[in-house]
């Protein structure tokens, strides 16, 4: 027996990091002890690999170079936060996760799936999320609400195109995986949002 692994993903502005914090307390009133992190991060080593990830002046960065620090991010995390957590029983709550790397560096950037597959085996043996809430909303209302809210970092200074394949392959991995993901509509108001949620928490702890 080991904790349980959730996931929580979607593109530009969806709205992951404003429910968060509503998924940790819900958790918790249910005495489920949960570690909360993100990706790319979660450790310090990972953070600094973050840093080179999103820093808007790394501008030579190619796609593969990308996708590898992704992954050594991944590599780092799994093994310094979140493998240990599981092992202890506790359910490790992750803001974005490898859907994110099919979605960014497959949808987006145009690397080969399977060349992602081949370093999510590498890089993760047999673990894979237990629950995969993705929150949807159409690129318009997501850009538009990260837009409001800072300034663009490297990825996020991509173009509608890239989001839009980013939305349809996240929308193809839920298809692909419907025992592992549940799709939440994030255009609705928040508490709505967080009602929806809420559901699909409640359905996965029964
Ligand atoms: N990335 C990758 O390429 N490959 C990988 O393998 C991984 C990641 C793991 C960093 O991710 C980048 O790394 C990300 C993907 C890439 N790049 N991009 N672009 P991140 O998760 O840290 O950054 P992000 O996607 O840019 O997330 P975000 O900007 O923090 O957005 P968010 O957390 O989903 O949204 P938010 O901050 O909660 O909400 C945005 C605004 O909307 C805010 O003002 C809210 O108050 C508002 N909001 C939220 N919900 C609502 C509703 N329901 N109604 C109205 N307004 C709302």
Redesign the pocket.
């Known amino acids: 027996m080991s904790g349980k692994f959730i996931t929580i993903e ?11 914090a509503f998924i940790l307390s819900y958790l918790k009133d249910k005495n489920i002890d949960v570690v909360s992190t ?4 979660g450790t310090e080593l990972s953070e600094k690999i ?1 840093d080179l ?2 820093d808007a002046s790394n501008k030579a960065m190619v796609s593969d170079t ?1 996708l590898l620090l ?1 992954f050594a ?2 590599a780092q995390h799994l093994a310094e936060l979140i493998q240990p957590a599981l092992k202890e029983k506790k359910w490790v709550l992750c ?7 099919y ?3 497959g949808g ?1 950037r145009g690397i080969a799936m399977s060349r992602i597959a081949d370093l999510e085996n590498w890089v993760q043996g047999s673990l894979r999320p237990d629950l995969t809430i993705l ?1 949807d ?1 159409s690129v318009e209302i ?1 850009m538009k ?2 837009s ?3 300034t ?2 490297r ?2 200074q ?1 173009k509608h195109d890239f ?1 839009e394949s ?1 939305r349809n392959t996240y929308l193809k991995l839920a298809e692909a995986s419907p025992q592992r993901y549940r799709i939440v509509d ?5 508490d ?2 967080q009602s929806d949620i809420a559901v699909v928490l409640d359905e996965f702890i029964k």
Do not use: C, H
Not at 186 to 190: I, K, N, T
């Open positions: 979607g593109g530009e502005g969806v709205g992951k990091s404003s429910n968060i993100r990706e790319p991060g973050r990830l999103l990308e992704m991010a991944r803001d974005r996760f490898t859907d994110a790397t979605a960014y560096q987006g929150l909303v997501g609400r990260a409001d809210r800072s663009p970092d990825i996020e991509e989001f980013v994030a255009s609705q108001p928040l709505k949002v």
